[in-house]
T-cell receptor, first 117, second 112 residues
Framework: NAGVMQNPRHLVRRRGQEARLRCSPM?????VYWYRQLPEEGLKFMVY????????ESGMPKERFSAEFPKEGPSILRIQQVVRGDSAAYFC???????????????FGPGTRLLVL | GESVGLHLPTLSVQEGDNSIINCAYS??????FIWYKQESGKGPQFIID?????DKRQGQRVTVLLNKTVKHLSLQIAATQPGDSAVYFC???????????FGQGTILTVHP
């Protein structure tokens, strides 16, 4: 059973370009979360999505950032007009369920390390 | 908002010793806590979790203790091995769904 997959693993962009980060959740998981991690810091929640719906985007900047989780295909985190401050590791996690009980554990992918030059 | 914090940013132990990593949380409404291990260049790896209606939970070589009175969480690793060297994060779930709030992490270094 494959785990959470993310690609690309490393992404280099120049200021002003667009970055597209992809996340394929574990098989059977319909809950996806994106987190951002700056060097030597913990992970910060960005957005929570279910299939075709954004449930909570309170941790995602209002400008330039967007996320989707279509009915078919991976979840996408899109950053438009990247700036140097966007350089970070972006992690995706998925879970079977979201509430209490078995299945709510979030399993993380290997991350995408974005470097903005 | 409220956050999870760690008392010790670094911990060095000898192989075979027991390790204890501590975490303080401030949101009394949090009902679910998780410990993750993160190795360099990798994503967080689930270690063990505990619900707020429990005080202790054991896994393979790991034990998590929850003290709700003082809002304290700890991870105990028995017979620590060099492969346990990593950054350890505690995380709490504050909402009815799975949004996690992470602490800043503790670096565990195990010397052979």
């Amino acid at each position: 059973n494959a785990g959470v997959m993310q690609n690309p693993r490393h992404l280099v962009r120049r200021r002003g370009q667009e970055a597209r980060l992809r996340c394929s959740p574990m098989k059977g998981h319909s809950h996806v979360y994106w987190y951002r991690q700056l060097p030597e810091e913990g992970l910060k929640f960005m957005v929570y999505l279910q299939k075709e719906n954004i449930i909570d985007e309170s941790g995602m900047p209002k400008e330039r950032f967007s996320a989707e989780f279509p009915k078919e295909g991976p979840s996408i985190l899109r950053i438009q007009q990247v700036v140097r401050g966007d350089s970070a590791a972006y992690f995706c996690a998925s879970s079977l369920l979201a509430g209490e009980g078995l299945g709510e554990t979030q399993y993380f992918g290997p991350g995408t390390r974005l470097l903005v030059l | 908002g409220e956050s999870v914090g760690l008392h010790l940013p670094t911990l060095s132990v000898q192989e075979g010793d027991n390790s204890i990593i501590n975490c303080a949380y401030s949101n009394s409404a949090s009902d679910y806590f998780i410990w993750y291990k993160q190795e360099s260049g990798k994503g967080p790896q689930f270690i063990i979790d505990i619900r707020s209606n429990m005080d202790k939970r054991q896994g393979q070589r790991v034990t998590v203790l929850l003290n709700k009175t003082v809002k304290h969480l700890s991870l105990q690793i028995a017979a620590t091995q060099p492969g346990d060297s990593a950054v350890y994060f505690c995380a709490e779930k504050e909402t009815s769904y799975g949004k996690l709030t992470f602490g800043q992490g503790t670096i565990l270094t195990v010397h052979p």
